[in-house]
């Protein structure tokens, strides 16, 4: 079970079942989905089923000043069986469309990143944008991530695949 965690802004705190009607404010946009790897949910019922069998390990971004549920992402070991992401740490992030611009993002995965670094012991860190959300690379460079190269994604029902642009890095200690 992933802790709670406390930022300036911010409350990450694992996702529940009852969240099921918040989560669909973002995973049923499809200006929020549209780079995502899952396809754009139809219901809170669908985003509930999920919640039930697939969201361990995932945190929700909780705006401190009114509660609202905002956002949600994770960080983990690559489960790539590439040798290039080998002891990597992954994360992804998305965020309800009128959350964006405003720092969450940046802020959220800072947490999450420096949560890894301490508690895991994690010092190697990767993530992927599509390139044509350059808004997310942005967010990675602010994390202290440089670009590495190119790559590809696909959903997970195999619709749409996406060329990416990858960041890495290796921290001794955290820049922030």
């Given at each position: ?19 099921a ?14 780079y ?116 590809s ?10 060329k ?13």
């Amino acid at each position: 079970m992933i802790p709670t965690i406390e930022t300036e802004r911010l409350i990450l705190r694992p996702l529940t079942v009852d969240d099921a009607e918040a989560v669909f404010q973002w995973t049923g946009d499809e200006r929020v989905t549209k780079y995502m790897n899952y396809s754009t949910y139809s219901s809170a019922e669908q985003v509930r089923e999920w919640l039930e069998n697939g969201s361990s390990g995932i945190w929700g971004f909780v705006r401190k000043s009114d509660g609202l549920l905002m956002g949600s992402g994770d960080i983990h070991l690559s489960k790539s069986p590439d040798e290039a992401t080998d002891g990597f740490w992954e994360f992804g992030y998305c965020f309800r469309f009128d959350c964006w611009n405003k720092g969450y993002c940046t802020e959220a995965t800072k947490a999450m990143i420096k949560y890894a670094f301490e508690s895991c012991g994690a010092r190697k860190f990767m993530a992927q944008h599509a390139v044509g959300n350059p808004a997310s690379g942005r967010v990675m460079e602010k994390c202290g991530l440089t670009f590495s190269g190119y790559g590809s994604y696909q959903k997970i029902d195999g619709s749409c695949e996406f060329k990416s642009k990858v960041y890495r890095a290796v921290f001794e200690k955290l820049p922030y």
